[in-house]
């Protein structure tokens, strides 16, 4: 008998393993509408999430590495869709937050999103659809190991 435990990181895994596949990403920005390097659109939706983000943050997050996640926000910053500033807490860091440009962006990332999300949870009930937000809200806190 399979320990829940063990069902609940599969269903991890292939939740996380259909939202980094390339492919699924290069059919979401089709069907937003938007030109963009598949490899870049993951790191703005991240920044935009955030508001503001350090790159060393932003590439834990990403799970990639610092020096290819600087290359792809060097990209983002040729591009206007974000710009740097310096932290509040510590002037030497440099915070990462979209452009007007990539908030227009990062709007049409929702709007697509929402239609799509909707779609697929049509058949759920609004009492499901809240319970479902409350236990991944839940599930989502950091544990203390």
């Known amino acids: 008998m399979t320990h829940w435990t063990d069902e609940l990181h599969g269903i991890l895994l292939q939740i996380t393993n259909e939202m980094n596949r390339p492919d699924v990403d290069a059919r979401f920005l089709s069907r937003a509408g938007v030109n963009l390097d598949r490899a870049l659109y993951p ?11 350090g790159t060393v943050e932003l590439a834990a997050q990403a799970g990639r590495d610092h020096s ?13 869709l974000i710009e740097r500033e310096p932290s509040a807490s510590d002037g030497r860091v440099r915070m990462l937050r979209p ?22 949870f049509r058949d759920w009930s609004e009492t ?6 409350r236990l991944l809200r839940k599930a989502a806190r950091k544990p203390e190991l």
Do not use: W, Y
């Not at 290819?68 to 206007?80: D, G, H, N, W, Y």
């Not at 499901?128 to 937000?133: D, T, Y």
């Open 128 to 133: 499901e659809i809240k319970q479902l937000l």
């Open 99 to 120: 452009t007007p440009a990539g908030r227009r962006m990062i709007e049409k990332f929702a709007r697509t999103r929402r239609a799509l999300m909707e779609a697929h």
């Open 68 to 80: 290819t996640v600087s290359r792809q926000v060097a990209k983002l910053e040729q591009l206007s």
């Open 43 to 53: 790191l703005l939706s991240r920044i935009g999430a955030a508001g503001s983000i």
